[in-house]
């Protein structure tokens, strides 16, 4: 995931049991069958799913909150947000940052629901607090805790060498009586099985279906499962490192994460954008846009009403750019406020409009700075193809990068 601080770990290899692999079978027969074949029985029709991120660090310089989701008016229009992240050690889930996350004092000013929290023994605050507020002004929204992400996935290695043990710690997290009514289920963000992220994992083809497998076994089927999960299509790329195919029998849905193709970490480019929907000509990398990865999965045997659609609310950007369309040279990333070669579309919509289309999205040429970003309009686009495949919805990256009303959230259809 894009905007999160780094910190290395490292990956394992993954050493399963046959007593483990014969429980995770029999938890997968136990699985019930549902109408829209996900095996929570999420009631939310498929294809009107509309995932939302929300980071516990955007408390801090983003000052992002709970309440935020409500006044943009994008509450109203998610059906589920994936709270990111919670850290993966020791071959446990653990939690991720303990201060924004049960611990800060809201008043009643930045309080959801215009009340203070409490600082009685006991009481819940932070964001699991806020997040219970938002919940119950709509009774429909669900929250689903992510783990991993880009920092923490070289945990997954060592979780991955007893899956049962994994499942166990992260059911008990999640359902902490603390704040169990907060979190309908778990979200893993493996950033890569069997193939290189931050670092590179060696756990097998088979570990992430054991460790899905086995979080659906513990979690059951009122509880729901997913995962992000990578995007690269290519040709023995990180799509064919791992089974995830055997591995969308144990889950809700996936999330895709059909953005950052293309960046600033090559330096010099060429340029191109980051979220394309569909190739084009010069584009750096065939199976690097969303049609091909839909394409590789559903190929697979991915069911499409597993597969969501994934949006970056954010850009990505180049400098000592001299070519308006894409396939420039560059001298290295554009600056942004929070790191370089990324900026939210709050920010960029203003600072360098899109004056250009390529691949189903949007690209803009400020200066010597050239960004790519969605906007409502490729949004649109985006999601009419999400309803002509019957995909399961959509999901984006992250609240905090749309604007103070959701400009972006509103384009989903």
Not at 20 to 33: E, K, R
Not at 68 to 83: C, D, M, P, R, V
Not at 289 to 296: D, L, R
Not at 372 to 396: C, E, M, V
């Amino acid at each position: 995931m894009p905007g999160t601080p780094r910190r290395h770990r490292t990956r394992t290899l993954l050493t399963a049991t046959a007593a483990c692999s014969a429980l995770l079978a029999a938890g997968l027969a136990a699985v019930p069958a549902t109408a829209d074949d996900s095996p929570s029985g999420d009631d939310t029709s498929a294809g009107r799913r509309v995932v939302g991120y929300f980071t516990n660090w955007g408390v801090y310089e983003r000052n992002y909150h709970v309440k935020n989701i409500e006044t943009s008016g994008s509450a109203a229009k998610l059906t589920h947000i994936n709270y990111a992240f919670g850290n993966v050690t020791g071959g446990k889930c653990a939690i991720g940052d303990a201060y924004a996350d049960y611990d800060k004092f809201y008043d009643a000013a930045g309080s959801v629901d215009g009340k203070a929290d409490s600082w009685d023994n006991g009481a819940l605050r932070g964001n699991f607090n806020q997040l219970r507020k938002l919940k119950k002004m709509h009774p429909g929204l669900k929250v689903v805790w992510s783990f991993g992400g880009w920092t923490w996935s070289g945990g997954f290695g060592e979780a991955a060498k007893n899956p049962a043990a994994f499942a166990e710690s992260c059911y008990g997290l999640v359902k902490d009586p603390r704040w169990a009514d907060v979190f309908d289920g778990i979200d893993i963000d493996w950033e890569y099985p069997n193939a290189c992220g931050l670092t590179c994992d060696t756990s097998g083809r088979a570990a992430f279906r054991d460790v899905m497998a086995a979080l659906r076994a513990r979690f059951g089927g009122s509880n729901l499962v997913t995962a992000a999960i990578t995007a690269d299509a290519s040709a023995g790329g990180k799509i064919e490192a791992a089974d995830y195919a055997g591995a969308a029998r144990s889950v809700d849905w996936y999330n895709p994460m059909t953005y950052d193709y293309f960046g600033a970490w090559e330096a010099k480019g060429p340029t191109a954008p980051h979220s394309p929907l569909t190739s084009y000509t010069g584009i750096p990398k065939a199976g690097f846009n969303t049609e091909a990865t839909i394409q590789k999965l559903t190929s697979l045997g991915v069911p499409p009403a597993k597969l969501l659609l994934g949006i970056g609310f954010y850009g990505r950007g180049w400098t000592g750019v001299t070519r308006s369309t894409p396939g420039g040279t560059a001298t290295g990333p554009a600056k942004g406020t929070y790191e370089d070669g990324f900026e939210d579309y709050r920010i960029l919509k203003t600072k360098c409009p899109a004056n250009g289309t390529v691949g189903g999205t949007a690209y803009a040429k400020c200066g010597s700075d050239w960004w790519s970003y969605d906007t409502p309009s490729t949004i649109a686009g985006k999601t009419a193809y999400k309803n002509r495949q019957g995909l399961g919805g959509t999901f984006f990256w992250e609240l905090s990068g749309d604007t103070a009303d959701g400009e972006l959230i509103k384009a989903i259809n």
